[in-house]
């Protein structure tokens, strides 16, 4: 049981290339997220899903796209990377949407850097 | 904006000494989770509280919540140098329920 795994670790973009930040849980779950984590700004939520094939806006979704199209995976794509966008990113699964108070289980992250 | 805020911000204590962090919200939740993060990881669920509870207990940690003051607390007793570490509380908004909001974060370290 590998849990939330992301991949990859470490990136670099120049501004304007595009890339796909992968995520996966093998748990089940039908709620997952991306979030992004800046210094003094907690954790802000990007996208987020309560099952296969639905997906919805967070706080801050400008510049991203998500997709889910099976329940194991859901991938972040940057369209157009921007300097703005460098951070921290985490994908986090649970069980069901936040209402039912389930805990969430959090990848290891993704460090990004758009120069 | 965010739902959460976590105060102090950092905080710095004797091992051995309790830690005590807050958290602030803005809308009705139906739950309040706190969050560990040591650095560079990611975070790890500590303990959850419901609205209809006011008060709970985990091991070492003790988490109470106000819904009239729309705030909630985390203790941690008897701390140790291992408890390093940034913690986040994370509400729910009760109205839309589908995301997680969480806080700036406190940042607690612990002087062996």
């Known amino acids: 049981n590998a849990g939330v795994t992301q991949t990859p670790k470490f990136q670099v973009l120049k501004t304007g290339q595009s890339m796909t930040l992968q995520c996966a849980q093998d748990?089940?779950?039908?709620?997952m997220s991306w979030y992004r984590q800046d210094p003094g700004m907690g954790l802000r939520l990007i996208h987020y899903s309560v099952g296969a094939g639905i997906t919805d806006q967070g706080e801050v979704p400008n510049g991203y796209n998500v997709s889910r199209s099976t329940t194991e995976d859901f991938p972040l794509r940057l369209l157009s990377a921007a300097p703005s966008q460098t951070s921290v990113y985490f994908c986090?699964?649970?069980?069901?949407?936040?209402?039912?108070?389930?805990?969430?289980?959090f990848g290891p992250g993704t460090r990004l850097t758009v120069l | 904006s965010q739902q959460g805020e976590e105060d102090p911000q950092a905080l710095s204590i004797q091992e051995g000494e309790n830690a005590t962090m807050n958290c602030s919200y803005k809308t009705s939740i139906n739950n309040l989770q706190w969050y560990r993060q040591n650095s560079g990881r990611g975070l790890v669920h500590l303990i959850l509280?419901?609205?209809?509870?006011r008060e709970k207990h985990s091991g070492r940690l003790r988490v109470t919540l106000d819904t009239s003051k729309k705030s909630s607390s985390l203790l941690i007793t008897a701390s140790r140098a291992a408890d390093t570490a940034s913690y986040f509380c994370a509400t729910d908004a009760s109205l839309t329920g589908n995301q997680f909001y969480f806080g700036t974060g406190t940042s607690l370290t612990v002087i062996p």
């Open positions: 509280i419901r609205s209809n509870e």
């Open positions: 986090a699964s649970s069980l069901e949407s936040a209402t039912y108070g389930h805990e969430q289980f």
């Open positions: 748990m089940n779950h039908e709620y």
